[in-house]
């Protein structure tokens, strides 16, 4: 398989302006404009010492040579696939094209070299041993260009994607959240109930930012789907320092949801003051499973809470679920209102919530219908077209057949328990065609995979080609997996993910595997992509480890992505990041 490489040991890029050299470079390769105007005064250096007879002969030879560094197999051309190898002064010719090059311009190897004294080099030194990525050839090796640029898919369709790792030794990493403040920082929750602050160099604070864990209702049993699940930062955060927890408490004989505020404290930026917190609401539940646990503020600057079933099988609670029962908040979407809170109610009711008005139900809910909604998020749209912005999508964990991924919309019902997926499990409660039920944007057999876990459409700078996937996978499988829209209809295209084969993921710092129970997706503030995933699910195992998800085919221009992290001050120990992978 081809594996595009560029001296920097990064992947190749579109640059997003015209080259003015090396033209044959301008829709793929290693040089952005910068590097292109600094081989141009190179090449007017060189050839400034030839008369007008070496200017013809060599000009094109000079200019061909120089451009390699553009090649979006440049690596590979100067030797250069690994950060021990030493680098090539020029790159690797083939045979014949060497022996012409020797005969018309051998004068030109010290200028090009930057060795001005060479004087042993001969075409055996010039020709790369590899026959398949020696230039010209390369240019007309059909498997090296076809498709250059693009995600490789495997035989089977499957996209191969890379890891990097960028955390590791968490207990069960449900939440990776940034706060928006421009501090570029992330905050990293375990289900034991610990929230850890890690800075953009990927060293953590010694102290947690929250420590919970004596209120959190959890256990060492595997599976158990109790504890700290959720986290969010308002909006506003900047200025009001406000956050939002959900985890599960016992209350007497009674296990609750609990929902709860907390401000981060004013002396230290990276620390939750612990006697703020004011419990927003609470939910009883009716069984240890099911809890949900999504946490998050949509555009329109409501938070967004997102409940499970009640637990046990077949949301057996009353005559039809409590999923379809809009008078109890579980199985739902509830939205609530907690801006400007400090005086008045913990929280509002929007004016536009759906069943505000209707009798027994409550005015909380915004969507109903859920069974256990695992991991939901909002898109931030393209960034040039905006298109897509705003859209809520959840992955929903199925019962016995089918796990599903849905777009959260106002008043809708997402047909549990009288579906699950696109098939009817309550038969009864199926045929009643006045539940008006909304179909997920897809379902996956159990063969599959047997417990999603909702993620999110890439928006980030640096993987263009990954824009507009939703990416998301499956807890009991261990699949990755994306689904692409097609704008002209309105379905989604399925395909899996896989790591990358071969020499695709061969980048200094990118791995090919993970832990298999993928337990959650997050974003950082500029808007890449992470998954969390463990290798025992149990909440006190510490094997849960953080990827960042890399495509190893094109990267963005380099300086397009840049930012400047806001100061973050610091008065706790700093661990140092060391990958274990």
Known sequence: MSHPQCLDFKPPFRPSRELELCVMYSDFGCCDY??????LAKYYRIMDNFDYDGYSRCAGFVLELLCQECSPYAAHLFDAEDAQTPVRTLPGLCPDYCEEFWSKCDSTIPLLSGKPDVGSYHCQDLVLDDADYCYPRLLSNKKLNQNLGRVQASSDGCLQLCLEEVANGLRNPLAMVHANDGTHRFF???QVGLVWVYLPDRSRLEKPFLNITKAVLTSSWEGDERGFLGLTFHPR?????KLYVYYTVEVG?????????FRVSARDMNMVDHASE?????IDEPASNHNGGQLLFADDGYLYIFTGDGGMAGDPFGEYGNAQNKSTLLGKVLRIDV?????????????DNPFKNEPC????VYAYGVRNMWRCSVDRGDSQTKEGKGRIFCGDVGQNKFEEVDIIEKGRNYGWRAREGFACYDKKLCANTSLDDTLPIYAYPHKVGKSVTGGYVYRGCQYPNLNGLYIFGDFMSGRLMALQEDVNTGSWNYNEICMGMGQTCTFPGLINDYHQYIISFGEDEAGELYFMSTGFPSATSPSGTIYKVVDPSRRAPPRQCHFEPRPVRVKSRLIKFVPQE
């Open 253 to 261: 004989l009674d296990e609750r949801i609990r929902i709860s505020e």
């Open 361 to 364: 139900s409550r005015p909380e």
């Open 237 to 241: 955060f900047k200025y009001n320092r």
């Open 34 to 39: 910068q590097k292109d105007q600094e081989l």
């Open 188 to 190: 990293v929750a375990e």
């Open 339 to 351: 801006n400007n809170n400090d005086r008045g109610p913990l929280y509002r009711i929007p004016y």
């Open 278 to 282: 004011r419990v927003i609401l609470e």
